[in-house]
C-alpha cells in the first residue's frame, strides 16, 4: 500500500505576511502554495517544486513546522517555513492558480479552509505543542 504525501510551504515577506494562492477549482479557495508529491520525490522537493508551479518562485526550505494527517484521504501533509531566493513578486504560474498574494493573519482571504488556518498558525507558532496532527475534518471558513 503507497501512502499519499503532500506538501505545502509557508512564505512570509518582510512585513510578516504570508503568501497564499487562489485555486481555480472547486471552491475557488485561498490556500498555502503547496501539493502533491510525486514519484521519487521528497516531502521538501514536493513543497520547492509547488511553489515554483504556482507562484513562480525559487524557495529555499527551512524548518519543518508541522506534519498533518488527513484521514478522510489517507494522506500526510508536510508543512515548512521556507524563504525566496530572489526579489520576484509571485505570480500565478499554473491554470490551477487564479491568484497569488500576501495576507496579514488578522486579514486572511476567504473560503479558507480550517485546515490551512491551522497549519498557519501552526508554522507562526513554534512553541504549539507537538508536530503531528490528524485532521478528521475539513471545514470552511467563509
Known sequence: ??????AAAVILNTEGQILLVKHSYGKNNWDLPGGRS???ESAQETAIREVLEETGLKVKIGPLTGV???SKYDM?????LATIDSNNKPVPSSTEILECRYYSIEDLPKPISTFTYKRILDALNQDSIGLFHRIEKLEWLE
Request: aromatic share 24%; no cysteine; proline share 0%.
Open 68 to 70: 498533518y494527517y488527513a
Open 38 to 40: 510525486e514519484e521519487n
Open 76 to 80: 500526510h501533509h508536510f508543512v515548512f
Open 1 to 6: 500500500m503507497n501512502k499519499k504525501i503532500g
